[in-house]
């Protein structure tokens, strides 16, 4: 299966693409952690990013591309791919559609409340990048990975200032993609969120059984 996981900030993109990863034979390509990564680091490179994520801007194209043709590239043949993060603009799509064929678009739709809500007491752990929420989604020890045992933070892109910015995004330059795929007829399995609540493991299954009607799992 190759596909897309698309969504706003803080629809669960990651939280599923990871569950997902687990049960199917696929790859994730989680484009906000690889760069948390390079900006772990303190190349010029790691400087440039951290300039643009931490004020809710995407990163430059040119960035981009070459981080997700190294990505993809590194993908064994015949092995299926989730993509996190990408495309999240028009011309990323269209360069996207170059590179590959997709077939599905997962699709998750989330009220803007419930992301304001989750984003702004999300935490991540330092060490594997495993997501948490101090309120829906808690680690079994405060602050502490369940995983790897590493320390939990929370994003600096995770304030209200730059979470609303983040959501300005979205809606103006990458929702718009919702459009080229349509006109791609690519096909859609969307996954609805209404509750602050659900589990994520809900979310999965119901995302795990259109996938297998589509024959894609
Ligand atoms: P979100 O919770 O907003 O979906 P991500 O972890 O996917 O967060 O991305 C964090 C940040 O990384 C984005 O706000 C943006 O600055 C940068 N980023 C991620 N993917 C891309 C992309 N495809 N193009 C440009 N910038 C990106
Ligand atoms: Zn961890």
Do not use: H
């Not at 299926?80 to 077939?103: S, W």
């Amino acid at each position: 299966m190759k596909g897309v996981i698309f969504g706003a900030p803080g629809s669960g993109k990651g939280t599923y693409a990871s569950r997902l990863q687990a049960k199917l034979d696929v790859e994730v390509i989680a484009m906000g952690d690889i760069f948390r990564e390079i900006m772990k680091q303190e190349t010029k490179l790691g400087k440039k990013v951290r300039g643009y994520v931490e004020k809710g801007l995407l990163v430059p194209g040119k960035i981009v591309t070459e981080v997700l043709k190294e990505r993809l590239a590194g993908i064994p043949k015949g092995k299926g791919f989730i993509l996190d993060g990408y495309p999240r603009t028009i011309e990323q799509a269209k360069l996207l559609a170059k590179i590959t064929d997709l077939d599905v678009v997962i699709l998750l739709t989330v009220p803007d409340w419930i992301i304001i809500e989750r984003l702004s007491t999300r935490r991540i752990c330092k060490n594997c990048g495993t997501v948490y929420n101090i309120r829906f989604l808690k680690p079994k020890v405060d602050n502490v990975c369940d995983k790897c045992g590493g320390p939990l933070y929370q994003r600096p892109d995770d304030t209200p200032d730059v979470i609303k910015k983040r959501i300005e995004v979205y809606e103006a330059q990458t929702k718009p993609i919702l459009k080229f795929f349509e006109e791609k007829t690519l096909p859609f399995v969307v996954a609805s969120c209404n509750e602050l609540d659900t589990p994520p493991e809900t979310i999965v299954a119901g995302i795990l059984d259109d996938l297998r009607k589509r024959n894609l799992a």
